[in-house]
């Protein structure tokens, strides 16, 4: 199955810089991958995704780079700010839609988080 | 708009005994699928229901179930709880499939098992 790497599980930043998160996934056929950020005691909330025909994204501070070939993306946050602290998650989904059917066949994998305190 | 709400937001059980959780999707939402996460294996996709109708599901044993009404509240169930059930409990609703569609995630229900 999918296996979905994320690094660093840690990253401190001093308020301003930039912060990267990488991730690595295992199956070639997943094409969505999107970036969760979860704050203290709330749900993940989706802040960014790109799909695999595109190879960046941005909105505002926040950027994600997909290279199929070496099957990595990556979570770029420029200007990070105090409330930018949070986990984020990236995830990895491989999926093909039935509408015939009306069912789904579609695997979602997380990565294992990655912890981000930006410092005053 | 609400966002997606989830009852009990804590709770306390002992091993064996069973538990039920509930999720209210957005208004307009069909797709209502269910995750656990805990500090060791992340978040893991349980299974999702679309239209009262199971759609997906993950690599969760049989004491794990689900199910969703014709206003697409969804509720999950675990019976014969264990130690290591202890957990996040996130739903997420969405207006299509989870696959093809952005989700939304509610606050969770934490589970402590004893």
Redesign the interface.
């Known amino acids: 199955g999918e296996n979905v790497e994320q690094h660093p599980s840690t990253l401190s930043v001093q308020e301003g810089d930039s912060a990267v998160i990488k991730c690595t996934y295992s199956d070639s056929a997943s094409n ?1 991958f ?1 970036w ?1 950020k979860q704050e203290l ?6 802040i960014i ?1 790109i799909r695999s025909n595109v190879g960046e994204k941005k909105d505002q501070r926040i950027a994600v780079t997909l290279n199929k070939t070496a099957k990595h993306f990556s979570l770029h946050i420029t200007e990070t700010q105090p409330e930018d602290s949070a986990v984020y ?1 990236c ?1 990895a ?1 491989k ?1 093909l ?1 039935n509408s015939a059917s ?5 695997k ?6 990655t912890l981000l305190t930006v410092n005053p | 708009k609400a966002g ?1 709400t989830q009852t009990p937001r804590y709770l306390i059980k002992t091993r064996g005994q069973q538990v039920t959780l509930s999720c209210s999707p957005i208004s307009g939402h069909r797709s209502v699928s269910w995750y656990q996460q805990t500090p060791g294996q ?4 349980l299974f999702e229901y679309f ?1 009262e109708t199971q ?2 599901k993950g690599n969760f044993p049989g004491r794990f179930s689900g199910r969703q009404f014709s206003n697409s509240r969804s509720e999950m169930n675990v019976s014969t709880l264990e130690l290591g059930d202890s957990a996040l409990y ?1 739903c ?1 609703s969405s207006r299509g ?4 569609d ?7 229900t934490r589970l402590t098992v004893l």
């Open positions: 969505y999107p969760y005691g709330k749900g993940p909330q989706l995704d998650f995830a989904i999926g839609l009306g069912g789904s066949n579609y979602l994998t997380f990565g294992k988080g | 997606v992340g978040l893991q996709f239209s759609r997906n996130l997420a499939l989870a696959g093809s952005t989700q939304y995630f509610g606050p969770g």
